[in-house]
């Protein structure tokens, strides 16, 4: 348990479980037992670091946590995430290995149902038929085989011939740094995230970014002309056709993903996190008074250890 003489401040991620008991809870009840433990705990911390203003708005909205402690330290991409700088062969060679005849779509992320993808493949099926005949959509990283069964039966359904989705399975960060770069467009079609970070790797590799008007993608994106409604199918045929078709369009979605996503970094962070660990220590109750240059060390070696990928629970 939290101790109550040491003040304590925790990350938010999401509440998107206790937002979506029916899909992540109701079905597994051990796991539903742990997680509904560690809202106890996260409830009775003294500080709350949200890793986006939506992740702190649902906070102080679903769990009711006190607002003027939770804190939105919003987060950054690896330093690797940059343009790709790539030889003809490079290309070809990355093209041959993932079997990618040409312009590409490309998604990354996770395959949970909020991810929305059965949605995009069924957006991406409904574009203009010249427009398809020139384009593959790509699904980067590792999905489990029963969710790509499932997602080639629906393209299939759609009218989508095989070659036309191409899942790579697991790659590597340069590959995926290689895909960001050589992308058409980038699609985030996410009904829900904490914060997307996938959208803001693509941006900070150069690549014309869309995706979803919900939750926290629009804080990363950070423009309303690249999103779309994930619930409507017509608004994501139009903003992915718009895309692909209108060249000073992307241009404008490339110009802008370099300048928002600089705004994005750990140092940021960092400043915004020490001010609540400092804000946190000032009100606590225990008799010893904290120590400000450990606790600032404290703090900066916890900023330095953030892990971005919360875990997973099957």
Sequence with gaps: G???????????????????PEDYLDPHPNFKNYYLNKIAHLKSAQGWLGISESACREGIDVAGLPADRVVNISTAADSIFVPAQMSAEDESF???KFAIRGAFVLYTGG????????????????????????HQLVLAGKMP????????????????????????GYVTDQELVALYSTCKVFIFPSRHEGFGLPALEA?????????????SVPEVIGTVEA????????????SLSRAITDEEFRKRLIAHGKEHSKKFSWDRSAIAALALFERVAGKATSSVAPDRS???????????SIVLEKPTFN
Excluded: W
């Excluded at 109550?4 to 937002?19: A, K, Q, R």
């Excluded at 085989?145 to 989705?165: P, T």
């Design 111 to 134: 395959a949970d149902p909020r991810k929305n993808l059965e949605r995009m493949i069924e957006a991406y099926a409904s574009l203009d038929r010249h427009i398809r005949s020139e």
């Design 2 to 20: 939290i101790s109550s003489e040491t003040p304590v401040v925790v990350t938010l991620y999401d509440l998107i479980p206790l937002m979506n």
């Design 203 to 215: 941006m900070s590799c150069g690549a014309p970014v869309i995706g979803s008007n919900t939750s």
């Design 94 to 96: 990355l093209r041959e």
């Design 294 to 304: 450990r606790l600032i060390t404290l703090a900066e070696e916890a900023i330095a």
């Design 227 to 238: 999103l779309f409604d994930p619930f409507d199918l017509d608004s994501m045929r139009q």
């Design 145 to 168: 085989e029963n969710i790509i069964a499932g997602l080639r039966a629906s393209a299939s359904s759609f009218g989508l011939k095989e070659y036309e989705l191409v899942f790579t």
